[in-house]
């Protein structure tokens, strides 16, 4: 069956960004002194060398891990986190809650399975507005962005766009003692909420995005990446009582560059040439992403934007995280391009966009 891609071309201008994260940053050996009560040391050892492999060297975890099985801090939940990052956007922009015609969430941690995430967090934020949650893991972006545009094409004035993860919840150290994805899990993946506010494109030098493409090559494939207890088709969930994620990481290691290339010939077929690309955010799954995308897909690695190494991998925040750090960072100059590029393991998703940045 041949692979269908959907494309958006009615620029949205992007109104504002904001991101929140969870307590002050944890290094790696102050997360493994954490757990270490419930590993080997073979384990902690490990851990460490897949954290340098990875490149990362902190993240932020909106959970203590002073208990092996325990939930978000109150003020760093889910909701909490997303309502945080919207209300740093809406401020950014001059604008209060009521101005939000649509909410639109995406997560793979949701608060609760119902309601939504997108619920709590429109509670959080006293927005009474329609609000809908999407799950599409790390390239929720791209498909909320679409989604945003055909609000926007049918007359809405401002649509907001969370991404947030809290999954550092669906970890257990005592797991880990036994299995290497758990592992991989626990020094890779961090915790956060970014947030885009989109309006109708006012100015042709105003900040946008011009393009947006999205598709799937997961098609009869196992996911490498899942989360199913809890779920209808399994409800049990294991005997440690808490679910949490399967990493099949060999499997993302030799084809999740590939995921990203298929990215890349799509944003080609769409008319973007890369050499025009002043700046690249792809998926930010791992701190050595300025070399590997330099070897992998031949991309100029000083442009590559890496927020990883820092902040580790936030799943469904990390492309706006990643958008609103760059744009406060000063780097951009007007005019500037930046073509963002998402994959994900879950069942092979990719997607992205092109950024322009205003010139005031």
Known sequence: MSSKLALERMPLQVLGTGSALPGPPLTTEMLLARVSPYLTPGNVSLARRLARRLGIGSRHLSRSLAQPVEGTRPEDSGPRLAARALRKALAGACFDSDAVDFLIGHTATPHTLVPSNTAWTADELGFGGPHLELRQACTGFA????????????????VAVVGSETGSVFFD???AAQDAGQLVNLVQMGDGAGVVLFGPLESPSASRIELIFYGSSGLGRA???SLVDGGSGSPRVGDAGVPHFTHRFQDIRAHGFELVRTALRAAA?????????DWFIPHQVNGRLPELCAAHLGLPGERVVCEA?????????????????????????PNARV????????????GGFLYVHGAS
Do not use: C, H, M
């Open 339 to 350: 073509l963002v590029l998402g994959a994900e393991a879950t069942k092979f998703l990719y």
């Open 143 to 158: 498909a909320a962005a679409l989604t945003a545009a055909g609000f926007l094409r049918s007359g809405a004035q401002v």
């Open 269 to 277: 077929s769409a008319g973007i040439d890369a050499r025009t690309i």
């Open 309 to 333: 190494d820092a902040l580790g991998n936030l799943g469904s925040a990390a492309i706006w995280v990643a958008l609103d750090r760059l744009r406060n960072s000063k780097r951009l100059a």
């Open 173 to 175: 150290p005592r797991q």
């Open 223 to 225: 996911p490498a990446l």
